[in-house]
């Protein structure tokens, strides 16, 4: 696989302002070079996205390391665990780690079988589709958000919807976030969907959803990275690189104008990402179709 530069940052930037946003990343990986008719193979493709991946899980750490920061401090200081702001935290970790077990179960079991479907842009364009039926739908059943909040605001509010989720409703979120190793089923919009339908507003939704991806993603990048080095793909560790410092950046930008979008609207927000998932995935087909 060999990109130019503008191809690198093109592809980057596109990876990073989707992988938050509910409209699914690999869909939009998939389905750029098939329709620009880039040379890339699918073994050089998925080691590349992995790395955009690993910029965007650093990214969203960072962007959220005041939250990690006190959960770090909680896990190892258990002294904290006696305090108010301590055992909120507490609770917020232990909601984190339900949720992750299924997507990490699952994963590790079905990946491989997924995974040939990985690069069927048709299949991806069609999921899209589906990814942006099931936002549109959930916005007619929106549930009431978290209540007996008051006196409470800003992050504290939201961390505190989050720690009223049931252990069972966290294990399904888990679940929703599973449902990202079919290509163009976005993990954050499934995960928000997941949130918004167990009662959490959706800027709560996103916050969990945000949190959640931060180990899934940073350990897939992790397991992958080995890949880069090997002799026949060396070529792709400077782009790749410079695609996952492209990455952060954009990804950065898009959570936070994505929370500050959620904070301003409490209905019908996921419609517009709906209705373009869509519409992109219907211009997909057509083209993949009759395009050539």
């Known amino acids: 696989m060999r990109l130019e530069l503008w191809q690198v940052i093109l592809f980057a930037v596109l990876q990073g302002i989707t992988e938050f946003l509910p409209v699914s990343s690999e869909a939009h990986t998939v389905l750029l070079p098939a329709i620009l008719y880039w040379n890339i193979t699918e073994e ?10 690993l910029g965007t899980a ?6 959220f390391w005041p939250e990690w920061r006190d959960l770090i401090l909680t896990l190892v200081s258990p002294g904290r665990w006696q305090t108010p702001e301590g055992k909120r935290m507490f609770r917020l970790l232990l909601r984190l780690v339900v949720a ?12 491989k079988a997924l995974s040939l479907h990985f690069f069927s842009g048709t299949s991806a364009a069609f999921f899209l589709m589906v990814n942006g039926l099931v936002l ?7 549930a009431l958000a978290v209540k007996n909040t008051r006196g409470i605001s800003g992050r504290e509010l939201l961390d505190e919807e989050i720690v009223r989720l049931s252990y069972g409703k966290s294990i399904l979120i888990g679940f929703a976030q599973s449902l990202a190793l079919i290509p163009g089923l976005s993990r954050s919009g ?17 916050r969990f959803s945000f949190l959640l991806a931060t ?32 990455a952060a950046i ?4 898009s959570v936070w104008l994505l929370l500050r979008y959620f904070h301003t ?3 019908k927000a996921f419609r517009p990402f709906g209705i373009y998932c869509i519409l992109a995935g219907l211009f997909a087909l057509v083209y993949l179709f009759f395009g050539a």
């Open 44 to 53: 050089g493709l998925l080691p590349f996205t992995v790395m955009l991946h």
């Open 215 to 246: 180990p899934i993603i940073l350990g897939a990048g992790i397991l992958e990275f080995p890949k880069l080095l090997h002799a026949d793909l060396s070529h792709l560790l400077v782009p790749s690189i410079l695609g996952g410092v492209s």
């Open 136 to 142: 549109i739908l959930s916005d007619r059943r929106r």
């Open 100 to 111: 992750t077990v299924p997507a990490a179960a699952i994963g590790f079991l079905f990946e």
């Open 265 to 267: 609207h409490e209905v």
């Open 250 to 253: 954009a990804a950065a930008v």
């Open 58 to 63: 650093f990214a969203i750490f960072f962007f």
């Open 190 to 206: 499934m995960t928000m969907v997941a949130g918004v339908f167990a009662g959490l507003s959706y800027e709560a939704a996103a």
